[in-house]
């Protein structure tokens, strides 16, 4: 599979002009009925309802790195279930888990001892003291992470099941060195996702979108802040950063196809790759499995 390498989104990104709504919306259609054709067929696509993928990650943290297995699951149109688990030095291994269920959400976390990380305030709480946060400002952040994670369904149906809602439009050509494709956007709640199809094979090259980029909270000269800094820091508006997520490594799943390297780089550095194992086809998912377990 072919990558537009170093692809500069903006500065290669040609306009295909300024056409009717209803005409951008027909070539959309039409580029990602070829996608769809070219690694399966529509039909095949249309029937999956359920997907699940396995493997492992790498992410980097700053000069640190973490490694460990994850496991993705999506029920159409609006479940995902992400589980990651990682071993610390020296220490247990670590089950993360987040869910989106609809409108609602859950995120947790749990060692082999027992131990719970989750946050505190219920489903989605975010982590930390409670005397962290003014209640205003959990609501904001438990709303900016139902953002995110419904974001991160979208972007996922988008690249791997090629579904989309009626926002989708076609942009114009992306151009590199190797070859050329054609931009796709979609917008989940007023943010673009765009996607870029290689004009040749017609598979998924590239994804890129915009969103706050979640940072430590740290004193300038070290140590950890104070509850009033933090509230203070966390009343700011959040920093934006560019991603951009390849598709690589496609092979064949029950006669369809699916990337099995998946690598996520913010601002131009790479800051996680995922190497995919196994990939299911309409699993049967138990009933509750997108929600929190005693809810």
Known sequence: MRILTCMGVAALLVAA?????????????????????????AGA?????????????????????????????????????????????????????????????????????????GGPGGPGGPGGPRGEMSEEMRERFRQMQLRRLKGELARLQ???????????????????????????????DGSPIRLFVDQETHAPLMLTYE?????????????RPSPEEI??????????GTYEIRFDEYKDVDGLMFPHVIVTSLDGQVIEEWTIDRVQVNPRFDAGRFEKKGS
Not at 88 to 103: D, F, K, M, Q, T
Not at 161 to 187: F, Q
């Open 17 to 41: 002009g300024t056409p009717a709504t209803g005409q951008t919306d027909a070539k959309a259609a039409e580029v990602l009925t070829a996608a769809r054709d070219a690694l399966g067929g």
């Open 45 to 117: 696509f249309e029937r999956v309802k359920t997907l699940a993928l396995t493997g492992s990650y790498r992410r980097v943290m700053g000069p640190r790195e973490l490694s460990g297995d994850v496991t993705v699951e999506i029920a159409v149109p609006d479940k995902l279930r992400r589980v990651e688990e990682f071993g610390i030095p020296g220490g247990p291994r670590v089950e993360r888990v987040s869910a989106l269920n609809g409108e609602t959400f859950w995120e947790d976390a749990t060692n082999r001892g027992g131990m719970r990380f």
């Open 158 to 188: 988008l690249a791997l099941l090629l579904r989309a809602d009626d926002s989708l439009t076609y942009v114009g050509v992306a151009e590199a060195p190797d070859g050329r494709a054609d931009v796709l956007e979609v917008k989940v």
């Open 211 to 223: 969103a706050p980029v979640m940072r430590p909270i740290v004193r300038s000269g070290g140590g």
């Open 231 to 240: 509230q203070r820091l966390r009343s700011q508006p959040p920093q934006m």
